[in-house]
Each structure stands twice: as structure tokens, then as C-alpha cells.
């Protein structure tokens, strides 16, 4: 049976997963079935087993799913483990395994296209979901110095912080205490206000000139967090766009065992977006 990969989330009409996969499978010379498929929570597994019966051998998840698949799994990467979270589920015989490659991809991005090192550095995150779940543990593996994690629930935001268990550098705050806070060097939107079209109604004083403001979305759904930032003055802004291709080179990798080269898929994508504009 022909292998077949997908992308399951809802919405999902507007993934560039299938083209990104696409274009990766023409640098190696492999033939990729990848398709998207819309799944509410509901029915998640239902479509994942006829996916597997279908030949599927490998998938992403994106929203609403992570916590869906992790469950799916039958066996979890040590990195999937720690965070809680699955955007990578690999087929292993009958069975699932499930891996994070949301966290590799947010640093590498971070690194080759932003030069923003997290050693050291006041970190703001916002959000408590699967991909804030995978960025927070990446921000503390990779040496943040101080990282703020708010969320409009703020016993996820506690929960969170508690299942990182450093007390030194992580701590949980609510959305409204953010008005009295100094800026960060890093300011993370991993919440879902941007796909619901929602306002974070943050302040604009968390902006320093050398701030960087990233958005774990891309067009439409990082507007809302990209307009504050301008309007904050921010000077470094940016959509996740770069860790979306990041993170499927890492899954590429796991499924199909070579590591493409993003930069090109990167341009051609940032180039889409923007004549889609």
C-alpha cells in the first residue's frame, strides 16, 4: 500500500503543510502523498484510524488536535514526553509514536533567521496550549534567563510552569499583571486569540526597542499580534511562518530519514503568502 502523510487540524483548508512537504519530497526525490484533512476533536480518532488503514505512516497536528494525539500515542519521544504535546505522529507497526518537532523548529528559526540566542534572555510567553507547551521547555533546554508564562486561564499558565519545575527562571503570571511589567528581550504569541480573531489587549510598555515580537501563526491568524507590535513601536516583528518550515524539515527527517534544506521552501513560501496578500 502507498505510504501517505497528512495534516490534521480544523481549520485547516489554509495549511501550507501540503506544499511545504511537497516541495521537500522534490529535493530528495520522493514521491510524498501528504494531504490535509479537517478534523474536529470529535472525530480525530475515528480519521485517524482510517487514515492508518489507508496506508497512512505518518501526520502532523496542529489545532485543535495536540492533546487528541497525544493521547492516540502508543509510545511517546523523550521530547513529546517532557512537554506534554504531539505534532509528529510516526506509524510503528499497528501503533502510534508521537514526537514535538514544534520546539526544534521555533529555535532553529529563532537562530538562523532572527539571530536571537535564548541564553540568558527575559522570555514572554503567551499562552498554555500544545505549541506554548513545546516553546516553553525549548526556551528553558536552550538557557532562557527569565520566562514569563501568562495565559487568559491562569491555572494553565500555573500548570504550565509547574511541569517545566524551575522556579528559578520560569513563573506563571496573569494576563492583567502584565501592566506593571519591565519589557522582555522575546515576546512569544503561542495563544489562540489570533485564530478566534481576538485582541490580547496587551500593553505596549512590554516593547523595548530591541524586543522581538514572534507570532507561532502565520497570515491571517498573526495579524492581531503583528498590528500591536507595530503599533508598540517594535522594530524586530515577526510571523511563525520560518518555524512552521522548520518544524516540517524536522518531521520530514523523522519520517523519510534526510534532512532537507528549508531555505529555498522558506522564500518560495514567504513569497505565496505575500502574493496572497
Not at 509528529?88 to 536571537?116: A, E, I, M, N, Q
Amino acid at each position: 500500500m502507498h505510504p501517505r502523510y497528512a495534516v490534521f487540524g480544523q481549520p485547516i483548508a489554509h495549511s501550507l503543510s501540503p506544499s511545504i512537504h511537497a516541495a521537500f519530497g522534490a529535493q530528495a526525490g520522493i514521491a510524498v502523498d501528504y494531504r490535509a484533512i479537517e478534523s474536529s476533536r470529535e472525530e480525530f480518532a475515528h480519521e485517524l484510524s482510517d487514515f492508518a488503514r489507508a496506508g497512512g505512516r505518518g501526520a502532523n497536528v496542529t489545532l485543535p488536535l495536540k492533546e487528541d494525539a497525544l493521547a492516540a500515542c502508543a509510545e511517546l519521544s523523550e521530547r513529546a514526553r517532557r512537554c506534554g504535546s504531539v505534532n509528529t505522529l510516526l506509524r510503528h507497526g499497528d501503533l502510534w509514536r508521537g514526537d514535538s518537532t514544534d520546539g526544534v523548529g521555533l529555535l532553529r528559526d529563532l537562530g538562523s533567521r532572527h539571530s536571537f540566542d535564548p541564553r540568558g534572555k527575559r522570555i514572554l510567553l503567551l499562552g498554555a496550549g500544545g505549541a506554548a507547551r513545546a516553546a516553553a521547555f525549548a526556551f528553558t533546554d536552550g538557557g532562557a534567563g527569565d520566562l514569563v508564562i501568562a495565559n487568559r486561564t491562569h491555572a494553565r499558565a500555573q500548570a504550565l510552569a509547574a511541569a517545566i519545575g524551575d522556579g528559578t527562571r520560569v513563573r506563571s503570571c496573569d494576563m492583567s499583571d502584565l501592566e506593571a511589567s519591565a519589557a522582555f528581550d522575546l515576546i512569544v504569541n503561542a495563544s489562540a486569540a489570533g485564530h478566534a480573531e481576538e485582541a490580547l489587549g496587551l500593553p505596549r510598555t512590554l516593547v523595548s526597542p530591541e524586543t522581538l515580537c514572534y507570532d507561532l501563526s502565520y497570515a491571517k491568524a498573526a495579524r492581531a499580534f503583528i498590528d500591536w507590535a507595530n503599533s508598540a513601536r517594535a522594530t524586530r516583528v515577526s510571523d511563525g511562518l520560518g518555524m512552521l518550515v522548520e518544524q516540517a524539515a524536522e518531521s520530514f527527517m523523522l519520517w523519510h530519514g534526510t534532512r532537507p534544506d528549508t531555505a529555498p521552501v522558506y522564500a518560495e513560501q514567504r513569497a505565496r503568502l505575500v502574493s496572497s496578500l
